[in-house]
């Protein structure tokens, strides 16, 4: 799948969305991508999940993980084209990301992380974290979109379906700050319109 074709999907479903966010990693920014707005349509996450999963045929994959709430529909889309089994962590009640649900991992298994954009990669290095303390192997990590603009720092092998290069600041360094705006958190505030 081309950049440009993954670049329309998203333009289209409007989930390039432009404002003063904190991203969840806690840095600003005045871009935000909101993954579910494409991804709620099965086709297109059929489609993008299929991509994906084209970049790590070759690495006999045995289970897709991906981090909650974000990553759950596409490594579940990813899981399908490869044909295995998708499981997600989520924080427990202290905060800490966990492997819930009774899902396990067979000894030494080879896991695929996915997650639906890449920031700091914060999400998917702990992803990885869990996944290796219940005794799987992590092989490789993938995102819908990598907008760490090159500083991404995983421990695996790491493929995007797009590169954005959108800037990010620390609070105390964003320009949109000092210009008087006030961030919104739009993870949260389209989580609870949900409910
Ligand atoms: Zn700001």
Redesign the pocket.
């Known amino acids: 799948m081309r950049r440009e074709e993954v670049l329309h999907l998203l333009e289209e479903a409007g989930a390039v969305r432009q404002g003063?966010f904190?991203l969840s990693s806690g840095r600003?920014s005045g871009h935000y991508i909101q993954c579910a707005l494409v991804l709620q349509h099965p086709q297109h996450a059929e489609k993008l999940g299929r991509a994906l999963a084209a970049e790590f045929h070759d690495l006999a994959i045995g289970c897709v993980a991906s981090p909650a709430l974000g990553g759950i529909l596409l490594g579940y889309e990813v899981a399908r084209a490869l044909g295995v089994r998708s499981v997600f962590v989520e924080r427990d009640a202290s905060g800490q990301m966990a492997l819930r649900r009774g899902f396990q991992f067979a000894p030494e298994e080879r896991v695929l992380v996915v997650e639906d954009v890449w920031t700091t990669g914060g999400s998917t290095r702990e992803t990885i974290g869990v996944v290796e303390q219940e005794g799987a192997c992590v092989v490789a990590a993938g995102a819908l979109i990598d907008r760490s603009g090159g500083h991404l720092e995983l421990p695996v092998r790491a493929e995007a379906l797009l590169e954005m290069n959108v800037p990010s600041?620390e609070?105390e360094d964003?320009?949109?700050?000092h210009a008087g705006?006030v961030?919104v958190r739009p993870g949260s505030r389209f989580l609870r319109a949900t409910h």
């Open positions: 003063h904190e600003h600041y609070p964003c320009p949109l700050c705006s961030a």
